[in-house]
């Protein structure tokens, strides 16, 4: 894949936004919306999931979804990304528009901005999944390290204390990888430390067929 790098600072700053555009924070465009997170290395253990990735993110915006990512290149954040770039309706400009990015700065430098829309910035992993949460109602959270984790156990958290409109739709893929988080919800349930059981909160899926039925696309 080719990868359009930001040559300076200065020109990342001047052509993304730091507040996300009320467009995409409707009530139409977040339950269209789905945000993909994982992992953003290949390793053998990711491969898998990569595939379900890939498919069926494809499936999401050939269902008219728009995905958001951070816009990275590598592991389960390329191929959700490379797969919203190939298949997304693409803008007069010839821009993929239901390829919808959040980038970290400072960048890593493998963003591809060329073959997004670069809806915002954030200055922390905690301020882009705020973000995440202000564009979409649904985040599918892949197998990944423990970035991945922390994201995981942050959304969570917010569905138990939150609000009921601010809910989202959880959905954890690989119950292998994602059995130990599962467990430990459990047996807060069990014990009384949460008040609701984690199907509640959210649901693990370990294939396209159980995402697509979970999601609805």
Do not use: H
Not at 128 to 146: L, N
């Amino acid at each position: 894949m080719q990868i359009q790098k930001v040559q300076s600072y200065t020109s990342f700053q001047a052509n993304i936004p730091n507040v996300i555009s009320p467009e995409y924070k409707t009530p139409q465009s977040k339950s269209n919306t789905v945000a993909v997170l994982g992992s953003s290395k290949a390793t053998d253990d990711i491969l898998k999931y990569m595939d379900i990735c890939s498919n069926s993110v494809k499936a999401m915006i050939l269902g008219g979804k728009n995905i958001v990512t951070g816009c990275g290149s590598m592991g389960i954040m390329g191929s959700a990304f490379n797969s919203a770039k190939n298949y997304s309706k693409n803008n007069e400009e010839g821009k993929p528009i239901q390829n919808l990015a959040i980038v970290k700065e400072p960048l890593w430098g493998d963003e591809d901005l060329e073959n997004c829309i670069t809806i915002a910035s954030a200055n922390s992993e905690a301020e882009r999944i705020d973000k995440f949460s202000e564009v979409a109602d649904t985040m599918v959270i892949f197998a990944g390290s423990t970035t991945t984790l922390q994201e995981a156990t942050t959304l969570i958290t917010k569905n138990y204390y939150g609000k009921e409109e601010d809910k989202k739709k959880i959905v954890l893929v690989g119950k292998d990888f994602f059995n130990g988080l599962a467990e430990q919800y459990n047996k807060l349930y069990e014990t009384g430390l949460i008040k609701c059981e984690p199907s509640e909160l959210f649901t693990v899926v370990d294939s396209e067929e159980e995402l697509k039925q979970v999601i609805g696309y």
